[in-house]
């Protein structure tokens, strides 16, 4: 919706739900200070281009990584030399007091939020018949309880017309061989959107999963022979992996006003793989 439509709107909505509508004009006017995001997971790969990209919105962004903190403050770094403000902060997502402490970081650093994306992940593959105990416990550590924890914080602290958006992966469509668990802790992603937009009505707080297909990161590529690899790129329609901007456009378009009307929706972000 265009900006004239939005306000268009505020002129006809109830006088009931002119405290809502008045805090869109807050909002406006924070935009010009700057909003606040913070990326799960985004000292590399996905996460890091949607940082960036974010920051060249104008948000403000606080960067998640668990373990590769030099890669976390090169994202900074470069955000910082475009003009925004960033910080960075350590937080394993498979754990509810981190999580809690890494919102608390951004509000001390920026007062708020108002865009959340739930991007931290990890890929373990293999045959039903061959998963470890310990790799499904990992993946269910970090996707399907990461993904609550880092919603649910979203949920209490996102500002009225913010953002939430987890990841999925086009997989919990393809259900390829060896994908099983992983496929299940993302489907799981779907459902919480879909609750969450519902449950966090009068907000205009728009909730969604974003689902892209093969990405060119590590989570896609290690493991995968380049003959694997330019396999999977033959049966793309576009004749190319996705790139992490590729997703980061999307993102930053479901994070703008145009935006809004999306949400509790898997969004499918795969170049037609699916
Ligand atoms: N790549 C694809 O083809 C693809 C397709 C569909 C969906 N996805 C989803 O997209 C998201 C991003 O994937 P990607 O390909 O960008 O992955 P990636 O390149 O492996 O990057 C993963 C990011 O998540 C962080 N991370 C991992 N475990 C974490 C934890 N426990 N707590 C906090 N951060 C953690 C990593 O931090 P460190 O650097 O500190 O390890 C890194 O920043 C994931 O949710 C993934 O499932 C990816």
Request: contains cysteine.
């Amino acid at each position: 919706m265009s900006r004239r439509n939005l306000l268009g709107a505020a002129a006809i909505v109830p006088l009931a739900t002119g405290a809502i509508m008045g805090t869109a004009s807050a909002q406006t006017a924070r935009s010009g200070t700057g909003k606040t995001a913070i990326v799960t997971g985004s000292s590399r790969g996905i996460g890091a281009a949607v940082a960036k990209r974010l920051a060249r919105e104008g948000y403000s962004v606080t960067v998640n990584f668990v373990v590769n903190r030099d890669m976390a403050r090169a994202v900074v770094r470069d955000i910082e030399s475009a003009g925004r403000k960033a910080i960075s902060v350590q937080a394993d997502v498979s754990d509810p007091n981190a999580v809690r402490r890494l919102f608390d970081e951004n509000d001390k650093a920026f007062g708020g939020v108002d865009v959340v994306v739930a991007n931290a992940g990890i890929m373990r593959l293999a045959p039903m018949s061959d998963m470890t105990d310990e790799n499904f416990n990992r993946m269910i550590d970090v996707n399907l309880k990461g993904g609550f924890y880092t919603m649910r914080e979203g949920a209490r602290r996102v500002r009225n017309h913010g953002r939430i958006i987890t990841f999925s992966s086009s997989i919990t469509q393809l259900r390829s061989p060896t994908y099983g668990p992983y496929a299940a802790s993302k489907a799981a992603q779907e459902l919480y959107a879909n609750v969450l937009a519902k449950e966090l009505a009068g907000r205009m707080i728009s909730v969604n999963a974003m689902a892209p297909g093969l990405v060119n990161t590590t989570l896609f590529t290690d493991g995968k022979t380049a003959q694997e690899i330019s396999g999977f790129v033959q049966r793309t329609p576009h004749r190319r992996l996705g790139e992490p901007e590729d997703i980061a456009n999307v993102i930053a378009a479901l994070c703008s006003p145009d935006g809004m009307w999306v949400s509790g929706q898997t969004v499918f972000a795969n170049g037609g793989v699916v």
